[in-house]
C-alpha cells in the first residue's frame, strides 16, 4: 500500500501539481514537467560520477521532488554513501511538496541520507554553508532555469565554483539558432568550460519533455 502511494504521487499527482506551479510561476520554474527519470539518473550519474562517499551535497531547486526520489535510489543501488543532502527551493510549495514525498519514501525505504529542507534563494548558499561551517560542498545539482535569468549568468558560475567541488545541471535542447534561450544556454556552457578544470555533457536524453542535456563541472 505504501509503495501505491509514493507511486502514485510521483508519477500522477506531481506532474499535476508541477504543471499548475508552471503556470503560475512561469519564470521562476521555466518548464512545464518535472525532470524524466533518465534525465534524473544522468544528473547523478555525472555527478557523483565514481565517488564513493559524499558528505554534504545540495539540490537547487528540487521542484515537486522526484530528484530526492531518485538520489533514494540511487544510493541503494550504486551503493553510495550521501551523508547529507540540503534541499532548497524559492517556491514554498514545493518545498513542502517534497517534504510529503520524502515522508511516502521513508516509509518504503530506508535512508541513510540526512534531508534538510529549506525555503531559500540559491544565491543565499555561500551565507548558509558559512552559519554551517561547510567549506565546499561535494555535489550541487542545479535544476533552475538558468538561461531565464541570462544577465545572472556570470554570478551563478562564480558562486557554483566557490561553494562546489562538482556542479551538475542541464540544459533543453534548442533548435532555433537566434534564441535568446539558445544564446544564454551557449554562454553559460562556454564560461563553466573556462572556469572548471573538467567539463563532462551528456548525450541528448529524448525521453525527457523537452530533450535536454546533462552536464557536470569539476572545479
Not at 40 to 47: H, N, P, S
Not at 179 to 208: C, G, H, P
Request: overall charge positive.
Amino acid at each position: 500500500m505504501n509503495f501505491f502511494k509514493l507511486y502514485f504521487y510521483i508519477y500522477i499527482s506531481n506532474p499535476v501539481f508541477f504543471i499548475v506551479q508552471a503556470m503560475q510561476h512561469w519564470m521562476m520554474i521555466g518548464s512545464i514537467l518535472p525532470t524524466s527519470k533518465s534525465l534524473r539518473r544522468k544528473l547523478y550519474d555525472l555527478g557523483i560520477y565514481h565517488r564513493k562517499n559524499l558528505d554534504t551535497m545540495m539540490i537547487h531547486g528540487v521542484g515537486s521532488g522526484e530528484l530526492i526520489y531518485e538520489l533514494v535510489r540511487y544510493v541503494l543501488v550504486s551503493g553510495v554513501t550521501v551523508n547529507r543532502c540540503i534541499i532548497i527551493d524559492l517556491n514554498p510549495q514545493f518545498i513542502k511538496r517534497s517534504k510529503i514525498l520524502y515522508q511516502l519514501l521513508s516509509k518504503c525505504y530506508v535512508i541513510h541520507t540526512e534531508m534538510i529542507f529549506i525555503e531559500m534563494d540559491a544565491f543565499q548558499t555561500p551565507e548558509y554553508l558559512f552559519s554551517l561551517g561547510v567549506g565546499k560542498l561535494d555535489l550541487i545539482v542545479g535544476t533552475l532555469p538558468y538561461s531565464n535569468m541570462p544577465q545572472k549568468i556570470d554570478e551563478w558560475i562564480r558562486m557554483y565554483y566557490q561553494c562546489t567541488k562538482v556542479f551538475c545541471y542541464f540544459t533543453y535542447a534548442t533548435w532555433t539558432k537566434r534564441s535568446s534561450a539558445r544564446v544564454a544556454t551557449r554562454q553559460m556552457y562556454d564560461k563553466i568550460e573556462s572556469k572548471f578544470r573538467i567539463v563532462q555533457k551528456s548525450e541528448l536524453v529524448w525521453t525527457n519533455l523537452p530533450p535536454a542535456y546533462a552536464i557536470s563541472a569539476e572545479a
